[in-house]
Structures are given as structure tokens and as C-alpha cells.
């Protein structure tokens, strides 16, 4: 399979003002020999890197590929019934991301941004597929050729903070990382209804490189 993979530091940006403050009192402690406390500033620290990772990835470059916009479980495979966020008929593939996935969003499709839209909303548990419904969310809506595509950021009951790093007018790269959502979450795609979806319920998949669908260019 033929792909494609950018390099750069492993670490979202996002992390810093998490990982640097961990890692100085970290220092402090141990150099005051404070063993608790550089113990639990090591072990933030290491989790905050975790978290905010961003390992390098492999994206597909075969004609018609949609990669998932995120790492994580499919939990649901729907049909859309809702114009405003998408293609009606079409599928919307939901995603599910733990604290221990990476929660880097990229874009599924080379495309352009037609534009975003921030809802306000509560802050429920990811894991429940109803949470879509009424938690904060990140609209991103794309024009990928003939084919309108949408990402949905959703916020759940510990993610406090969606990142979009895209904003109208600003052209793609299939793959390239276009946000992140801290703590937990929940990320949706839309689909229009000539897709072929590739996944299935259940299965895990990786932002950027994992097949999801396909649709013709």
C-alpha cells in the first residue's frame, strides 16, 4: 500500500502548558529529595505526555480513501437523517476515544473547508452514544470534490476543551491534523450516501490511517 508520512516532535502543542509546570515541580521535588511529591509530578507528567502524544503516521494515498478522523472505537455505524450535518442518507460513523487514545483529529479527505460552527452544550459521558446529542461540540464541514464531508468534535464527561485548527476557505491534505479534543471524547464522520463504509462496528482505528470508506473521486 502506497503511503505518505509527515515528521515532527511527537507532541501536540496543546500539551505544553500541562507537561512543563508537571516536569518543573518534577525537578524541584527531586532536587529537594520532596519523594512524594517528584514521584506524583513524574507520574503527570508521563501521563500528560501521553495523552497529548503525536506519533507520526502512515496515510494512504490511494485514490477515493477516507481515513478516520481519529483513533479510537467504532461504537456506531448510522444512517443520517439530519440535514445540518450532513449528507441525508448518508453514513455517520462515530467514534469513541478513551483517555489512553491518542486525541489527535484529522481530516478524512483532501478537501476545503467551507466553514465551523462551536455548539454550547453539556458535558456527559463520551461512552454513551446519546451524549452526541447534548454535549459541546465542533462542527467542521468540508467540500471534498462533488462530495460534502463533515467532522463533528464532541466533548464528553471529562474533555473540557475542543481545539479546531481549520477555519473557512483553508484547503486539506487527507490525514493532516486539523484539531484535538482533550480528555475523552467522541469524534463523528458524515458521510454523503455513495460511500462505501469499510469498518464495522467494534472495530478500532487509527486517525490518519486507517480506511474507514471510500468514495469516487
Not at 481530516?107 to 454513551?128: L, W, Y
Request: proline content about 7%.
Amino acid at each position: 500500500m502506497a503511503a505518505h508520512k509527515t515528521g515532527r516532535f511527537p507532541m501536540d502543542p496543546a500539551g505544553v502548558p500541562f507537561v512543563i509546570p508537571a516536569l518543573a515541580v518534577t525537578i524541584f521535588a527531586f532536587a529537594f529529595s520532596w519523594t512524594l511529591v517528584w514521584v506524583l509530578g513524574a507520574l503527570i507528567t508521563v501521563a500528560m505526555l501521553g495523552f497529548f502524544r503525536d506519533p507520526p503516521r502512515k496515510i494512504p494515498t490511494q485514490p477515493g480513501a477516507v481515513v478516520s478522523p481519529a483513533d479510537g472505537l467504532v461504537d456506531s455505524i448510522v444512517i443520517n437523517q439530519n440535514p445540518q450535518a450532513g449528507p441525508v442518507g448518508g453514513p455517520c460513523i462515530s467514534i469513541f476515544l478513551s483517555v489512553l487514545d491518542v486525541h489527535i483529529n484529522r481530516a478524512p479527505c483532501a478537501g476545503r473547508i467551507e466553514s465551523t460552527r462551536h455548539v454550547a452544550g453539556q458535558f456527559k459521558n463520551a461512552m454513551d452514544t446519546s451524549s452526541a446529542d447534548m454535549n459541546e461540540c465542533n462542527w467542521i464541514f468540508m467540500q471534498a470534490g462533488r462530495h460534502q464531508v463533515t467532522v463533528r468534535q464532541i466533548a464528553g464527561l471529562i474533555a473540557r476543551r475542543i481545539v479546531c485548527r481549520v477555519q473557512p476557505g483553508q484547503g486539506v491534505k487527507r490525514g493532516e491534523r486539523i484539531g484535538l479534543i482533550r480528555f475523552g471524547s467522541r469524534t463523528e464522520l458524515y458521510l454523503p450516501a455513495e460511500a462505501i463504509v469499510n469498518v464495522e462496528v467494534g472495530q478500532r482505528v487509527k486517525g490518519g490511517s486507517t480506511v474507514v470508506a471510500w468514495l469516487h473521486e
